[in-house]
Structure formats: structure tokens, C-alpha cells
């Protein structure tokens, strides 16, 4: 059992792990509807420039990237797909939900074939409301999401609750 397991990690290597962390995150893209404009807006345009926060959106697979950005509807068929990229993903690993559809189904959420949020499959950090949200919105997710990884204490990991930007 590590030092990271057993909870005794002390307090100066937490800051330095925890702000290394924060400052290197690979996010893994999962656009599946309109909302994956807007990310990739934030991601790829000059404008939104995401790498001076740290974020690196160039992973080649969920096994480098340690948040997803899950944007758009998810259907009740694309659920397993989904729940097996996060199980792929290495540990420490963070979600954000960007958009209404993944949020909560969105102006779909009465279909029989859309999934009522994507916090059903897998455990959610941040929540980036809109239809679609803005790029801008995202940056704030993601800065919110650095707050709190930049907090946390790695033995308590999963035991927060999720945020929700705006």
C-alpha cells in the first residue's frame, strides 16, 4: 500500500502533485452532436487558446488522456461505448458534460433512444450548461475543474460532488 492509498501523503508533495496535475491535463474529445463545434472551437481555434491552460487536446487514445469532454446527445447505443472510455482511461481520471443533451438529454429527453444525461453511465465533474454552450463556458469548466483537482486531497478522490458552471 502506497503513501497515496493510505492517505499519508504530506501536505507540500500534495500542492506539488496536485498543481502538476492541474497544469497537464490530455483530454480526450468525445463530440457526438452539435456541441462538438463549439469544443472544437475551443480547442483548435487562436481565439480559445486551451493550451495555455494546461490542456493538452492532442491525446491518440483514451489510455493517454486523463479528462473527456463528453459534448452532445448520448444514445442508449453509444452508452456502452462511453462507459468503456472511461473504463480505459487511466486513474486520476475527470468528466466534463458540455451541452443540455449530455447534461440531461436535452430537448431529447423523452425519446426512448436518448440517454437522460451521461452522469447514468459514468461519474460527472463538471457540468457546462447551454444549447449549444459557448466556448468560453468550456474554458470555465476546465478552470473550475483545475480549482478542484488543484484542492483535492488524492486519497479522497471520489467522494466530491460535481460542479456546475454559471
Not at 483548435?44 to 463528453?70: C, H, T
Not at 447534461?103 to 444549447?131: E, H
Not at 468550456?138 to 466530491?160: S, T
Amino acid at each position: 500500500m502506497g503513501l497515496v492509498a493510505s492517505g499519508k501523503v504530506p501536505k507540500p508533495l500534495t500542492h506539488l502533485l496536485n498543481m502538476s496535475r492541474k497544469y497537464s491535463l490530455w483530454c480526450y474529445q468525445w463530440g457526438l452532436a452539435c456541441c462538438a463545434i463549439e469544443m472544437g472551437a475551443a480547442f483548435a481555434s487562436p481565439r480559445y487558446d486551451v493550451m495555455r491552460l494546461g490542456v493538452i487536446p492532442f491525446p491518440a487514445s483514451p489510455r493517454q488522456a486523463d479528462l473527456v469532454v463528453i459534448a452532445g446527445t448520448v444514445t442508449d447505443k453509444l452508452a456502452p461505448a462511453v462507459r468503456r472510455l472511461y473504463e480505459q482511461m487511466p486513474d486520476p481520471k475527470y468528466v466534463i458534460s458540455m451541452g443540455s443533451c449530455s447534461n440531461c438529454g436535452g430537448p431529447y429527453w423523452d425519446s426512448y433512444s436518448v440517454t437522460k444525461g451521461v452522469d447514468q453511465i459514468i461519474p460527472v465533474d463538471v457540468y457546462v450548461p447551454g444549447c449549444p454552450p459557448r466556448p468560453e463556458a468550456l474554458l470555465e469548466g476546465i478552470v473550475l475543474l483545475q480549482e478542484r483537482i488543484q484542492n483535492e486531497d488524492p486519497a479522497e478522490r471520489f467522494r466530491g460532488d460535481p460542479i456546475v458552471v454559471g
